[in-house]
């Protein structure tokens, strides 16, 4: 069993108080790496350490060319190490090797787009409607950055949030989830490989209340940046402003996958399986409202049953599952008692509803591809995040119903529809309440596109141009190439 020690201004060092707790592997159900239990002293340590090498530090004093360059080879080391740390993130939280190889191959192109757009961030000459003023506009790295990342997805949201701001410039300090710490510990030696100075880039695991707390508290941040509930995100969100930390927030989701009665009902019902099941249901973005028009329910029902129940449920590292185990106990709960409230509230399960057993499961945290129909939209199952592999099946008559229901969510990270009507494709859209919509495809992301949420879903977007300012500061700079003396130095020029 390995154990992994914090990564603090470039080197890996023990806690603070000596301690260590397990990880557990969801599939076999025991522990498999030791993680190291951080404090408020080691976030204070890694902290100081970030704001004097991001500050006064080498990085500091790099032009942002040079930056760049570090960051594009980071890209390159984490290609070359793809398949070793995507074996490591399903070690750790059990999802799919197919998902998380695909995720970490993918990791690479933010480093390598952040890396190349380093020396493009210009300011600009401001044309002042003030004689003899010379007036232009840089921007400045905000300060050190936490970011807090989820269990479900590690390393790709490190990509997400970290790229953006080294490239802005800053420094940061990563808390990731305690029950997925293992791949972020394993990727920090691969900063320090890329040549990213000594107290740029660091890691301190550890609980929300010991490490996570004391990170958000601390007056040496100036950003946080976090993935995960919308409860949670509240609480560092009130936390965060009693000191005015800028925030960004990506948090839960409850999202609408429409499907009209003139879709290709073949690409529909494999858009839906893969937004809700190819994850185990394990994500922000999942497509858990799955909305079908009535005229068509009773055949594209039966579509995604029959896709449904072909899917092979158990060891998540084996290239033909389809389905693994919940992350951690807590949610594997979570879950089960929340197919049990569907079942209360008169929702019909078609598929699934309880624990799956039989050859290849082992850990005891799985739970069957669980879809219900009859679904109200004012039930508890179709309005909270529930986190698992469970669909809700809610039908509508027209295109006002759709988007009315679509939009009665505390929610808006994402949204799908499925059409062959150009109009209706760019109709909709305008009127759904999302951070991103995809027509006639699920779950697609890329460096290049912001993604965040509207609503309880989240403040501030990741990925693409856009998530750069996040991490910045505009200054303005007046210089006067006036000769005389103000006649009255009371009164503003």
């Known amino acids: 069993m390995k154990t992994y020690q914090l990564y603090i201004n470039g080197q890996y060092v023990d806690p603070a108080n000596g301690e260590w707790f397990d990880s557990i592997d969801p599939y076999r159900g025991e522990a498999w790496a030791k993680i190291p239990r951080g404090t408020a002293a080691d976030a204070d340590k890694a902290v100081k350490s970030a704001n004097e090498a991001m500050w006064r530090g080498p990085w500091a004093k790099m032009t942002a060319s040079a930056r760049g360059k570090v960051m594009r080879k980071l890209g390159d080391l984490v290609a070359a190490n793809a398949e070793r740390l995507a074996e490591i993130e399903v070690r750790d939280n059990g999802k799919l090797m197919a998902e998380m190889l695909g995720q970490l191959r993918y990791h690479p192109e933010w480093w390598w787009y952040f890396g190349g757009l380093?020396?493009?961030?210009?300011?600009?000459?401001?044309?002042?409607?003030?004689?003899?003023?010379?007036?232009?506009?840089?921007?400045?790295?905000?300060?050190?950055?936490?970011?807090?990342?989820?269990?479900?997805?590690?390393?790709?949201?490190?990509a997400w949030k970290c790229a953006a701001a080294l490239a802005a410039g800053c420094a940061v300090v990563v808390k990731p989830s305690e029950f997925t710490s293992a791949s972020t510990l394993e990727f920090a030696a691969l900063t320090r490989e890329a040549g990213i100075p000594d107290g740029i880039f660091n890691v301190v695991t550890g609980f929300g209340p010991e490490a996570g707390s004391a990170l958000i508290a601390h007056p040496g941040v100036a950003k946080i940046t976090?993935?995960?509930?919308?409860?949670?995100?509240?609480?560092?969100?009130?936390?965060?402003?009693?000191?005015?930390?800028?925030?960004?927030?990506?948090?839960?989701?409850?999202?609408?996958?429409?499907?009209?009665?003139?879709?290709?009902?073949?690409?529909?019902?494999?858009?839906?399986?893969?937004?809700i099941f190819a994850a185990t249901g394990q994500t922000c973005i999942a497509g858990s409202r799955l909305l079908v028009q009535s005229s068509i329910k009773e055949k594209f029902v039966a579509r995604v049953l029959e896709l449904a129940k072909?899917?092979?449920?158990?060891?998540?590292?084996?290239?033909?599952?389809?389905?693994?185990?919940?992350?951690?106990?807590?949610?594997?709960?979570?879950?089960?008692?929340?197919?049990?409230?569907?079942?209360?509230?008169?929702?019909?399960?078609?598929?699934?509803?309880?624990?799956?057993?039989?050859?290849?499961?082992?850990?005891?945290?799985?739970?069957?591809?669980?879809?219900?129909?009859?679904?109200?939209?004012?039930?508890?199952?179709?309005?909270?995040?529930?986190?698992?592999?469970?669909?809700?099946?809610?039908?509508?008559?027209?295109?006002?119903?759709a988007i009315r229901i679509a939009n009665d969510t505390i929610y808006?990270?994402?949204?799908?529809?499925?059409?062959?009507?150009?109009?209706?494709?760019?109709?909709?859209?305008?009127?759904?309440?999302?951070?991103?919509?995809?027509?006639?495809?699920?779950?697609?992301?890329?460096?290049?596109?912001p993604f965040g949420g509207m609503k309880h879903s989240g403040v501030g977007r990741e990925s693409?141009?856009?998530?750069?300012?996040?991490?910045?500061?505009?200054?303005?700079?007046?210089?006067?190439?006036?000769?005389?003396?103000?006649?009255?130095?009371?009164?503003?020029?």
């Open 118 to 158: 380093v020396d493009k961030l210009e300011g600009g000459l401001v044309p002042i409607d003030k004689a003899e003023t010379f007036a232009y506009t840089t921007h400045e790295p905000v300060g050190v950055v936490a970011a807090l990342t989820a269990w479900n997805s590690p390393l790709l949201f490190v």
């Open 226 to 275: 976090f993935t995960g509930s919308d409860t949670t995100g509240a609480k560092v969100y009130e936390t965060a402003a009693k000191s005015l930390k800028r925030v960004s927030l990506e948090l839960g989701g409850k999202s609408p996958n429409i499907v009209f009665e003139d879709a290709d009902l073949t690409a529909a019902a494999a858009g839906a399986i893969s937004g």
């Open 310 to 401: 072909s899917a092979k449920i158990g060891d998540p590292m084996q290239s033909d599952t389809n389905v693994g185990p919940i992350t951690t106990p807590a949610q594997y709960k979570k879950v089960l008692d929340y197919i049990d409230i569907a079942k209360a509230e008169g929702a019909r399960c078609l598929l699934g509803g309880k624990p799956a057993s039989g050859d290849g499961i082992k850990g005891g945290q799985f739970v069957e591809p669980t879809i219900f129909t009859d679904v109200d939209n004012t039930m508890r199952i179709a309005r909270e995040e529930v986190f698992g592999p469970v669909l809700s099946i809610v039908s509508f008559d027209t295109e006002e119903d």
């Open 412 to 449: 808006g990270l994402a949204a799908g529809i499925w059409t062959k009507d150009l109009a209706r494709a760019i109709r909709v859209p305008k009127q759904l309440r999302a951070g991103t919509v995809w027509v006639n495809t699920y779950r697609a992301i890329s460096y290049m596109m």
């Open 464 to 493: 693409g141009i856009d998530a750069v300012r996040e991490y910045q500061e505009t200054k303005s700079v007046w210089i006067s190439t006036a000769t005389d003396v103000p006649a009255n130095p009371f009164v503003m020029r």
